[in-house]
């Protein structure tokens, strides 16, 4: 499915804004042999430095977007019935994924348990028609779809970042740790990220202090001054996803540098080869991500996204790399 994207009203950033870090470019180990599947294999890949926001958009930040650009969100916009072929009329309606913990043991293999299409949910409403952001300016803002990210980079004169650049940005300077702070979940007992502490998806003790999302400031930053890379809300890439990565070049010499992922094509789920949407990288893990299922609170962790897909533990941040032109003048394109 082609996914048109407008592109918002001109707007000129002549300079890196006082809440990004400069991430200086290098080489590093990227994936991991030691968990799911599509993290592996390792291998090094290098990029150029770029800078990146310090924390996740806030709903602050993105309520800024919406008042300057009338940006109508993927969640606020009732679906074309024929984009998605079997789905019962009654079922088309403006919404996005909310997550309700059920009352009782589940199969930890259906999602459905707890994931539901809630009619009304959108960035305002994040748990549905009825609640609020009223006290949440400095959460993350969530239910935003792909072409929702984009549109708030392009008119903040910024860029999304590619799966490696978020990568290398997010392991904070330690080569080959298991987490973005060490090797350790809880150091010394302390919790380093908003993830769930308890039995997922009933039981959450809130150990960490929050049951849902949380300030972007409130765990430590990382070793580059990075806050909330891991855990809190997953994180859009512009990457397409792709089930592995690409193994070692065969010399030092031939390093990929600045990869940009997998091929539209390739993103495709084959589970659901009667509705065709592709899927983007995201990264970092959730508020929702336990022990005993989804450890991917580290920043090899990777997973697949549609496109068109919102929820309440999904958000982005933006980067600029050096020498992006951030004038925008009109147009459209297609992800």
């Not at 001054?225 to 994180?235: F, S």
């Not at 659901?272 to 995201?282: C, E, G, S, Y």
């Not at 919102?310 to 003048?329: D, K, P, Q, V, W």
């Amino acid at each position: 499915m082609a996914v048109e994207v407008m592109d918002p009203p001109v707007r000129t950033v002549t300079a890196p804004p006082s809440d990004m870090i400069w991430i200086e470019g290098g080489v590093f180990r990227m994936g991991s042999d030691r968990h799911y599947p599509e993290e592996a294999p390792v291998h090094r890949v290098a990029v150029d430095g770029f800078w990146i926001d310090r924390t996740p958009v806030t709903n602050r930040q993105f309520k800024d977007f919406v008042r300057a650009t009338g940006h109508v969100t993927v969640a606020e916009i009732v679906p074309k019935a024929e984009d998605y072929p079997g789905a019962l009329p009654h079922m088309i309606y403006a919404g996005s994924l909310t997550f309700t913990p059920p009352r009782h043991a589940v199969d930890l293999r259906d999602y459905s348990q707890w994931w539901s299409f809630t009619k009304g949910a959108d960035w305002r409403h994040p748990h549905g028609p009825k609640s609020n952001i009223n006290a949440l300016d400095n959460h993350p803002v969530v239910h935003v779809a792909f072409r929702d990210a984009l549109a708030y980079a392009q008119w903040a004169g910024k860029e999304l970042p590619t799966e490696a650049e978020w990568e290398f940005a997010a392991r904070g300077g330690l080569e080959g740790a298991e987490y973005a702070w060490g090797d350790e979940l809880t150091p010394n007992g302390r919790h380093m990220a908003n993830t769930w502490q308890g039995e997922f998806p009933r039981q959450n003790t809130n150990g960490d202090g929050f049951e849902r999302t949380s300030p972007v400031t409130a765990f430590p930053p990382n070793g580059h001054g990075v806050y909330d890379m891991i855990g809190n809300v997953w994180e859009w890439t512009v990457d397409w996803y792709s089930q592995k990565h690409q193994g070692d070049a065969p010399k030092a010499c031939c390093i990929p540098q600045n990869p940009r992922g997998g091929s539209q094509d390739g993103s495709y789920d084959p589970a659901t080869a009667n509705v065709r949407i592709p899927r983007k990288v995201i990264k970092g893990g959730s508020h929702l991500c336990a022990p005993n299922y989804c450890r991917r609170y580290r920043p090899a962790a990777r997973h697949a996204e549609q496109v068109d897909t919102s929820t309440s533990h999904l958000g982005f941040r933006c980067i600029r790399r050096e020498g992006f032109n951030a004038t925008y003048n009109g147009g459209r394109h297609h992800v």
